[in-house]
């Protein structure tokens, strides 16, 4: 093990003679999702959770031409190829605004716990989370402090996903959670993500 970035989500990494290039974009596609990794030495490659190579060619591997360099679609590709065979369900926790806080969990597992700007922006990055991750259930809890982008953001998902269900979060104590804890900016906005996500609304349709 020769390398490692502390987080929340631990990734075991084994890059297989890949060039320094595909190797900085695939760490920088973990760091800049605040995941951890560990890259792991060849004698350890038994022990990783992905490979990146362009000779190795088993349910681990991930190989390079197949690598998009667009970093959502490559991080669902690893995602997908650690968890694939999972059917656990897919929950997204998304504190709406000018600064939209986004929390995805897999399970009990919190993979993802982002802000994003404009609010356009966090729309499509929300269509393509569900797009790309997740082989089971899928829910999505949406704050409704501000309840017409709220509303906006349903018609969306409405309209391009048929078997998702959608719930409106009071934001009141997910807010207060956040201000108690003296966070502000985005660090606010994840933690707000991440209540709501755990959080009981109700169901629209």
Not at 115 to 141: F, H, M, Q, R, T
Request: proline share 1%; with cysteine; hydrophobic share 40%.
């Amino acid at each position: 093990m020769v390398g490692i970035n502390k987080s929340s989500l631990g990734i075991k990494i084994y890059f297989d003679k890949v060039e320094y290039g595909t190797v900085y974009y695939i760490l920088e596609v973990l760091r800049s999702r605040n995941v951890s990794y560990a890259i792991l030495k060849e004698e350890d490659v038994a022990d990783s959770d992905v490979i990146i190579s362009d000779q190795y060619n088993n349910e681990k591997v991930i190989q390079t031409k197949n690598i998009t360099y667009d970093p959502i679609t490559d991080f669902a590709i690893i995602i997908t190829k650690i968890f694939g065979k999972e059917k656990s369900c897919l929950s997204l926790g998304v504190d709406p605004g000018k600064r939209t806080g986004i929390a995805v969990y897999l399970g009990k597992k919190l993979i993802l716990n982002e802000v994003i700007s404009p609010w356009e922006d966090a729309i499509l990055y929300i269509v393509k989370i569900l797009s790309k991750i997740g082989n089971g259930k899928k829910i999505v809890k949406i704050g409704s402090g501000n309840l017409k982008i709220a509303e906006e953001l349903k018609k969306v998902l409405k309209t391009r996903f048929e078997d998702l269900d959608i719930y409106f979060v009071n934001e009141q104590r997910t807010t207060i959670s956040a201000k108690m804890k003296k966070n502000q900016g985005k660090e606010k906005d994840r933690i707000s993500a991440i209540s709501i996500v755990h959080k009981n609304g109700e169901k629209v349709v």
